[in-house]
């Protein structure tokens, strides 16, 4: 069983920037997908970026510039950075596992296919 716990949102300026955590526990198989989800009030969840066990990443079309996803293997920890927030943003942020997957499946971002999902992160932006 794998259990995820993000951090790192809350009330920011737009124009400023942060980082969102999701810290996993428990055991992941050799090949894994973490992805960051967001979702805007008002609208449907999207996957915005994913990172493969491998280091390889995907991001939502509109989020590539802004948004950075990295990973500390060795922590099992999934990080999104967000740059020049716009009130936009503003959603909750989820992250999700997929394990055992590969990297095409991993970089479709899809939700059907996590096994593991976190509570979220709320993120508000203030213009």
């Known amino acids: 069983q794998v259990h995820l716990v993000e951090s790192g949102g809350g009330p920011v300026q737009g124009g400023g920037s942060l980082r969102l955590s999701c810290a996993a526990s428990g055991d992941f198989y050799e090949s894994y997908c973490f992805v960051w989800f967001r979702q805007i009030p008002g609208k449907e969840r999207e996957g915005v970026a994913g990172?493969?066990?491998?280091?390889?990443?995907s991001y939502l079309v509109s989020a590539k510039g802004r948004y950075t996803i990295s990973q500390d293997k060795d922590k099992k920890i999934a990080y999104l950075e967000i740059g020049s927030l716009k009130p936009e943003d503003t959603a909750l942020f989820s992250c999700a596992v997929d394990t055992p997957t590969d990297y095409d499946r991993c970089q479709r971002r899809g939700s059907f296919g996590m096994d593991y999902w976190g509570k979220g992160t709320l993120v508000v932006v203030s213009s």
């Open positions: 990172i493969f066990s491998d280091g390889r990443s």
